[in-house]
């Protein structure tokens, strides 16, 4: 496809499609690259589209983030909400492994997206708020299970903690790796958290050795602590302060914008000067065909003028060579006729000299000419 023919494709496609076309180069560059080292020119280059139309559409990188890292969460966290929808919490377990387990393998870059250090401008969108959302949904269900079992339902929110963040990491872990398989890393999973909940104690305790070392380490921060000086206090802005923040920040969006302008004029300029270039292009090639074109035509009626001198010079060739044959025949039959009807007169007088007889090279000519007739296959009459 030339330069021209994709333009026209981009200038058919339409808003929504536009987008989508930009969250999903934006998905790959940042599962690759992640946010701070995709810029806004990387993802306008890769969807062959200028700077301003990825600010027209969401507000610059931070926008286009934050989307992308909304659309993993929604999907991740509808597979485990439906897979904790089970009835046996044995079954709540496994399903909800697999469903990550199967986001991670159906999904990667989209994990890689989710488990990175999220920029500030996404909002909820961590992976650790990932993971609190997702053990909100199975702290219920612990609270139910611990309540039955005699277990303090307060600690339900620590273990669902626990539990989704075994199973994450383990995520993580497989992400690269992808051995052993899906199902029987699931299967490990389930077994060392449901046989870990099956034998749970009420009150779990330290041992006595990691308590004195807790408790060592625990006075030796203290004493360390006490020996640092204490921090700045920090000053509550003015409202100066403030207004400067607002100022700086307009004057911030107001470059972008103003940026953004200059380089949709640059663009429209580049493509006036590409239109410019492609129509002087085509009248030189239409020029050059018009030439050709002439050359042709000239050189047709030129081999059209010898034809017809060559077929005028053959026409007169065998004129010439009738005029000639008529002659030779014309002559032959004078001599035919002349020679025998030639009576033998009598001489009596003198001979007239040869210069007073104008009929004697006529003579010769004729006594001659029976014999070179002959020779060349006429004959005599």
């Known amino acids: 496809m030339n330069p021209v023919s994709e333009s026209r494709s981009r200038r058919r496609m339409s808003g929504k499609e536009r987008r989508e076309q930009l969250i999903a180069v934006s998905r ?8 701070d080292g995709t810029s806004v020119e990387e993802i306008a280059a890769h969807a062959q589209v200028s700077k301003p139309v990825v600010y027209e559409h969401f507000g610059g990188k931070e926008g286009i983030y934050a989307v992308v890292v909304d659309r993993e969460m929604q999907r991740l966290l509808t597979m485990i909400t439906e897979a904790l929808s089970a009835s046996h919490p044995l079954a709540k377990l496994e399903r909800a492994a697999l469903a990550l387990l199967h986001y991670i393998e159906e999904s990667s870059e989209g994990f890689r997206i989710l488990v990175r250090d999220s920029h500030a401008a996404s909002g909820t969108g961590t992976f650790a708020s990932l993971i609190s959302e997702i053990a ?12 039955n079992r005699g277990y303090d339902p307060k600690l339900a929110p620590m273990y669902a903690q626990m539990l989704v963040g075994m199973v994450a990491l383990t995520g993580q872990w497989w992400l690269d790796v992808r051995a052993p398989g899906r199902e029987e890393v699931a299967a490990n999973l389930v077994n ?21 070392a807790e408790a060592q380490s625990a006075q030796a921060a203290q004493t360390a602590q006490r020996a640092q000086p204490l921090p700045p206090v920090v000053r509550p802005a003015t409202d100066k302060e403030l207004r400067e923040r607002e100022k700086a920040r307009e004057r911030e969006v107001k470059e972008q914008e103003k940026y953004a302008r200059e380089q949709e004029k640059q663009r429209l300029r580049e493509q006036r000067e590409r239109e410019k270039a492609r129509e002087k292009e085509r009248k030189e090639q239409e020029k050059l065909v018009r030439e050709q074109e002439k050359a042709r035509e000239r050189e047709l009626r030129e081999r059209e003028k010898a034809r017809e001198r060559e077929a005028r010079e053959l026409e007169k060739a065998r004129e010439r060579e009738v005029r000639e044959q008529e002659r030779l025949r014309a002559r032959e039959a004078r001599a035919a006729g002349r020679t025998p009807s030639r009576p033998q007169q009598p001489q009596l007088h003198q001979p007239q000299p040869p210069q007073a007889q104008p009929e004697q090279p006529r003579s010769a000519v004729a006594a001659h000419t029976p014999v070179r007739i002959q020779d060349e296959g006429y004959g005599s009459g």
């Open 136 to 147: 909100s949904q199975v702290e219920d269900m612990l609270a139910d299970e611990f309540a």
């Open 28 to 35: 790959a560059l940042f599962a690759e690259k992640g946010f």
């Open 192 to 212: 060392l958290a449901w046989n870990g909940l099956t034998g749970l104690n009420p009150s779990p305790r330290l041992s006595p050795a990691s308590r004195r």
